[in-house]
C-alpha cells in the first residue's frame, strides 16, 4: 500500500488562477456514484490536451488541460518556488477543477538526474481529492526502450506504457504507448517538439471508459514523463 499522502500534503480549496468567469470549461457532471470528487470530468473524455500558459497575476507558467472540443478540464500550477518541469527535482503539482478546489494531486520524490541504474529509477504519486491514493506510475529499469508501470491504488499493475528507443526521444516529436498488462495497445501519451503545435504541448489518449482514477494516473504519467524527454532534449518550462 501506498501512504495516503505525501510529506507536507495539504489539500486545496481555492487557489488563484484561470476561474470560471473566464469560460471555455465543459460542462461539470454531478453525482456519480463511485467516482471520486474532482474526478466526474474524467467520466466523459477519452484525450486530454495539455498546454503550457503564463499566469500573469502568478507571475509564473502553469498548464490548462483541455478536452478535445478544446473545452478547458483542469488547471495546473506546481506548488514550489521552482519552475515547472525544471529537472528531477522532487515536486508537487495541484490540479483545480472549474470550481477551483484541487481534485489531483502530484507528487514525484527526490530522483537521480540522467541515471538508469535501478536505484535510480523515476516515480510519482498520484492522489485524488482529500488527499487519497489514486494510484502511482514507477519506471521500469531497461536499457533500450523507457518503461513503465501504471499502478492502482492497491499497488497493482493495471497499465505499462512504454516509450521508442532512447536515443529517439531527442528527435523531434515523439508517441509513448499505453498497454493493458497483458500488452494491448490502450491508448498513447505523445509529446511534440516546441512550435510543433499550437493547442497542446503533450496529448494523452486513453478508452473512454477506463477507471477515471486510472486517467487520473495517467495523467500523472505524462508529467513524468515529458520531465524525464526535457531533461534528455536540454529544454524545460521556462
Partial sequence: MFNASPPGYQPTTTQPGPTPQNGGWMNFPQQIPNCPTGLESLTMVDQLLVQKIYVEELHRDGFLINNSSGQKVYYVEEDSDGSLLQGLRPFDMKIFDKYINEAIHLY???????????????????????????????????????????????????????????????????????????????????????????????????????????????????????????????????
Fill in 108 to 238: 514525484r520524490p527526490l530522483a537521480c538526474q540522467g541515471c538508469f541504474f535501478p536505484c535510480c529509477m523515476q516515480s510519482i504519486e498520484v492522489l485524488s481529492s482529500p488527499g487519497i491514493v489514486a494510484g502511482r506510475v514507477d519506471e521500469e529499469w531497461s536499457i533500450l526502450l523507457p518503461k513503465y508501470a501504471v499502478k492502482n491504488a492497491s499497488g497493482e499493475t493495471v497499465l505499462r506504457i512504454e516509450g521508442p528507443f532512447r536515443k529517439n526521444l531527442c528527435c523531434g516529436s515523439v508517441k509513448f504507448k499505453i498497454m493493458s498488462a497483458d500488452g494491448r495497445v490502450q491508448g498513447k501519451i505523445s509529446w511534440y517538439e516546441l512550435g510543433s503545435r499550437n493547442d497542446a504541448d503533450f496529448v494523452i489518449t486513453f478508452p473512454m471508459d477506463l477507471d477515471v482514477s486510472m486517467k487520473a494516473v495517467l495523467l500523472g504519467a505524462s508529467f513524468l514523463i515529458v520531465t524525464i524527454i526535457y531533461i534528455l532534449v536540454g529544454v524545460y518550462f521556462y
